[in-house]
């Protein structure tokens, strides 16, 4: 792969996807996005935009990207959506095939970490501690209220309930398709915390903020924060996994020495632009990794704060003529 490849990242008209084409675009040669929506606010900064289908049609999905891989000469693909990033865990020999790098984790962090019930078992197996988890439909009683109800896929805020009570549980039950699940309520919302983790295979590194979520669930305002306790969990949960690439971890703080984490993205998160502001430069690393380049983490800080805003992308607009609107001859 060249030294400044041409890369392809998909989903870019999201957070994480615009956070991504923000933090790579001086390192690549060209940089083509792609999304299932029109509108894209960081087109002005893509030498190429792409319409492209929903992975949940992978024949369809699957010819896009060999199609754009192959007239955009394309080298590397970043998959930001955890439905491509499922569908390419099955497809990467083929799109590798093409002669393509993907910013890809492993299939066994893949698969447990897409999968919050099995996230929870495999940390427990290697001797981390979560909160209880289990299928709603197996709920027994045994974790006491409140408790958390979420799908066992999925990011975000999108059907998640806190239950306080039978009646809660009742009404949540209703809307139980099976892959809901019950997660102990640890904690407080306000010592909750995200953790980016990177290896090159090597060498580990990770950064944390004490964080608070606004507007979809994103992570509104980060507190930097130094955490030996993190630290150490993020290199066992590397070690543990293989990682060569760059996971996500949420945990939430239960006293001074002990943080619990209750999910596991696998997967670029949306504080990247936070952390290539403190100097961790976790997506740029990813492709230099596959290169066989080792990365170097220099804290840039001791302390900060980063606040994301909402702002306004305007497309599409048309301007009246000038003497329609001036119109006197009534």
Not at 122 to 138: C, Q, V
Request: charged share 30%.
């Amino acid at each position: 792969m060249k030294d400044r490849p041409v890369i392809l990242i998909s989903a870019v008209c999201g957070d994480i996807g615009g956070g991504a084409v923000r933090a790579l675009r001086e390192s690549v040669s060209r940089l083509i996005g792609c999304d299932m929506r029109d509108g894209c606010p960081v087109s002005p900064i893509l030498d190429s935009f792409f319409r492209a289908p929903a992975a949940s049609k992978p024949d369809k999905y699957m010819a896009f990207l060999k199609d754009v891989i192959r007239t955009e000469k394309v080298d590397a693909l970043l998959p930001i959506s955890e439905p491509e990033i499922e569908l390419l865990n099955k497809q990467r020999t083929e799109i590798e095939s093409l002669g393509v790098k993907i910013l890809l984790n492993n299939q066994l962090i893949i698969e447990n970490f897409l999968d919050k019930l099995r996230t929870s078992h495999f940390l427990n197996s290697i001797g981390i501690k979560t909160p209880r988890t289990i299928l709603l439909r197996d709920y027994d009683g045994s974790i006491g209220f409140p408790l958390i109800i979420k799908p066992r896929r999925g990011y975000g805020s999108k059907r998640l309930w806190i239950v306080e009570d039978e009646d809660d549980l009742a009404y949540v039950k209703r809307k139980d398709d099976g892959l809901l699940i019950v997660q102990e309520y640890l904690g407080l919302v306000e010592e909750e915390y995200t953790t980016g983790v990177f290896s090159d295979g090597h060498n580990i590194s990770s950064i944390t903020f004490k964080r608070r979520l606004g507007f979809g669930g994103l992570s509104a305002e980060a507190v930097y924060s130094e955490c030996p306790f993190m630290e150490v969990l993020s290199e066992r949960i590397a070690a543990a996994t293989g990682l060569c690439g760059s996971i996500n971890i949420q945990s939430r703080r239960i006293d001074e020495n002990l943080f619990v984490p209750f999910e596991i993205n696998p997967r670029l998160s949306s504080t990247l632009p936070f952390r290539k502001h403190f100097g961790f430069d976790d997506a740029v690393w990813w492709l230099d990794a596959l290169q066989g380049k080792a990365h170097s983490y220099r804290k840039l800080y001791k302390s900060g704060r980063a606040v994301r805003f909402v702002s306004e992308c305007y497309f599409d607009l048309e301007k009246f003529e000038e003497d329609t609107r001036h119109d006197d001859s009534v």
